[in-house]
């Protein structure tokens, strides 16, 4: 893949007096922050030319091809540049869901000393939470209730809620309509957890159909 065509003015970009510029990379499905690293002109000429993400490493003074040593590539899907042309958001497909050189998912994984995962969508952190029930039932849960009835629980629930939008729908109220849809989305991830379908799955259909 190739991102030549891309329009990046790299004159314009303004870099430090050491001719970098920050460059956040951001997951293209989930919108999670994976990292933050420093390109210079010849690193974001070659992620432009190549598709991959290159950086420039101030500690060791050369060029990086992220992922070439671990296999955890990042397939680069848009860059933008901040208002003042001093900041660059990546976009990218993160091969094997890892950025971070200890093996997390992203390198903000910290809070107060404690691994936390990064922040996605609201969509992603719903299903995240229904997959750790998945894993560590709790008692008196309602996700867990659900998961343990199986599909005869599970889609009729989903049922009920469908019927439940489109009269929502029909009421014409909005904030009904909000509830009623957000009730849905939750059954239909609880679903798509029992049957192992990651939310991301149905994000790269959504990707593909878009394009």
Same mark, same amino acid.
């Given at each position: 893949? !190739?991102?030549?065509?891309?329009?990046?003015?790299?004159?314009?970009?303004?870099? =430090?007096?050491?001719?970098?510029?920050?460059?956040?990379?951001?997951?293209?499905?989930?919108? %999670?922050?994976?990292?933050?690293?420093?390109?210079?002109?010849?690193?974001?000429?070659?992620?432009?030319? =190549?598709?991959?993400?290159?950086?420039?490493?101030? !500690?060791?003074?050369? &060029?990086?091809?992220?992922?070439?040593? !671990? *296999?955890?590539?990042?397939?680069?899907?848009?860059?933008?540049?901040?208002?003042?042309?001093?900041? &660059?958001?990546?976009?990218?497909?993160?091969? *094997?869901?890892?950025?971070?050189? =200890?093996?997390?998912?992203?390198?903000?994984?910290?809070?107060?000393?404690? #691994?936390?995962?990064?922040?996605?969508? =609201?969509?992603?952190?719903?299903?995240?939470? #229904?997959?750790?029930?998945?894993?560590?039932?709790?008692? *008196?849960?309602?996700?867990?209730?659900?998961?343990? *009835?199986?599909?005869?629980? #599970?889609?009729?629930? #989903?049922?009920? @809620? !469908?019927? @439940?939008?489109?009269?929502?729908?029909?009421?014409?109220?909005?904030?009904?309509?909000?509830?009623?849809?957000?009730?849905?989305?939750?059954? %239909?991830?609880?679903?798509?957890?029992?049957?192992?379908?990651?939310?991301?799955?149905?994000?790269?259909?959504?990707?593909?159909?878009?394009?």
């Amino acid at each position: 893949m !190739s991102l030549a065509a891309t329009t990046v003015p790299l004159d314009q970009i303004r870099y =430090t007096d050491q001719g970098l510029v920050p460059a956040i990379v951001q997951d293209y499905l989930d919108g %999670t922050v994976l990292m933050m690293a420093w390109m210079n002109r010849e690193s974001l000429q070659k992620t432009l030319d =190549t598709g991959d993400t290159w950086f420039w490493s101030r !500690s060791r003074q050369e &060029l990086w091809h992220k992922g070439a040593t !671990s *296999g955890h590539l990042q397939k680069v899907q848009s860059i933008r540049y901040d208002c003042d042309s001093d900041a &660059l958001l990546i976009t990218v497909e993160q091969q *094997g869901d890892i950025a971070c050189h =200890t093996g997390e998912r992203s390198c903000f994984h910290q809070i107060d000393g404690k #691994i936390v995962p990064p922040p996605a969508d =609201t969509l992603s952190q719903v299903y995240g939470v #229904i997959r750790d029930r998945q894993a560590h039932p709790q008692e *008196g849960s309602y996700t867990n209730k659900l998961l343990a *009835g199986g599909d005869n629980k #599970i889609l009729k629930k #989903i049922g009920e @809620e !469908s019927a @439940e939008v489109v009269m929502a729908c029909k009421d014409d109220n909005a904030d009904e309509i909000a509830g009623e849809v957000a009730d849905l989305l939750y059954h %239909t991830l609880v679903a798509m957890a029992h049957h192992n379908v990651d939310v991301k799955a149905v994000y790269r259909k959504l990707q593909s159909r878009r394009r």
